[in-house]
């Protein structure tokens, strides 16, 4: 009698959680750098209308990213010159508008994601609930929904990388506005690598080799690594 044929899951590339997060950081440049000219005309379609004068800009920017009024501190914000607005840009030509741009980021980013461990928790018991069982079978479940998501959230990242990197060449790295920039960079990196590290098991493990990782804890979002 043929004994049932037992299919081995693929071993894993990347065998650090170090290594798995290095991989979704080449991942995000190598997309940006392919997807390039679409995701600038969406950031085009979305940039913000033009500001009336730099000391109401001065505001907008101070509350967003620092929590107070520019009247209040108004030497800790060195800024200057109204946001220009021009299709044939490809970021925003000054400072004040690459902050207004990272501002716009950081809102749709926190209107989407509450807290990156929390949200990846949220959204695979919502793929758990998905999964059918039929006769003691288990179907694959509604991937769509951590896909759909990574899509989300890799086009938010990739939005703000080249804002990142224009606001460094005005600033430096130690200046607040970049490190405001950074953050935001970081928090997307980091809710991209935990739904990549999900989104490996649906391509390459599988399922069941999932659950049984989540079972001893051993997902990227239950580590709580910080990109």
């Given amino acids: 009698m043929l004994q049932p044929l037992k299919i081995m899951p693929r071993p894993s590339i990347h065998k650090t959680l170090e290594a798995k997060l290095q991989a979704s950081r080449e991942k995000n440049r190598h997309h940006y750098a392919k997807n390039r000219d679409r995701i600038l005309n969406r950031r085009r379609e979305l940039r913000v209308e033009?500001?009336?004068?730099?000391?109401?800009?001065?505001?907008?920017?101070?509350?967003?990213?620092?929590?107070?009024?520019?009247?209040?501190?108004?030497?800790?914000?060195?800024?200057?010159?109204d946001v220009e607005e021009n299709d044939d840009d490809i970021i925003p030509s000054d400072l004040p508008g690459c902050l207004l741009a990272i501002?716009?980021?950081?809102?749709?980013?926190?209107?989407?994601?509450?807290?990156?461990?929390?949200?990846?928790?949220?959204?695979?018991?919502?793929?758990?609930?998905?999964?059918?069982?039929?006769?003691?079978?288990?179907?694959?479940?509604?991937?769509t929904i951590v896909t759909n998501m990574v899509a989300k959230v890799r086009d938010l990242l990739n939005q703000a990388i080249p804002i990142q990197d224009e606001i460094h060449n005005y600033s430096?790295?130690?200046?607040?506005?970049?490190?405001?920039?950074?953050?935001?960079?970081?928090?997307?990196?980091?809710t991209l690598a935990y739904l990549e590290d999900i989104e490996h098991y649906f391509d390459v493990e599988g399922i069941s080799d999932m659950c049984v990782a989540h079972s001893m804890g051993e997902l990227m979002y239950q580590k709580g690594l910080h990109v």
Avoid: W
């Avoid at 907008?60 to 009247?71: E, K």
């Fill in 103 to 143: 501002k716009r980021i950081k809102d749709d980013m926190l209107s989407l994601i509450n807290e990156p461990q929390a949200f990846t928790k949220a959204l695979l018991l919502q793929f758990v609930k998905s999964i059918t069982y039929t006769d003691d079978r288990a179907d694959n479940g509604d991937q």
């Fill in 172 to 190: 430096g790295s130690l200046a607040a506005e970049f490190r405001a920039a950074n953050t935001v960079c970081r928090y997307l990196n980091t």
């Fill in 50 to 81: 033009k500001d009336t004068g730099p000391s109401e800009l001065q505001k907008a920017v101070a509350r967003a990213l620092h929590g107070y009024d520019s009247d209040e501190d108004e030497d800790e914000l060195e800024m200057s010159g």
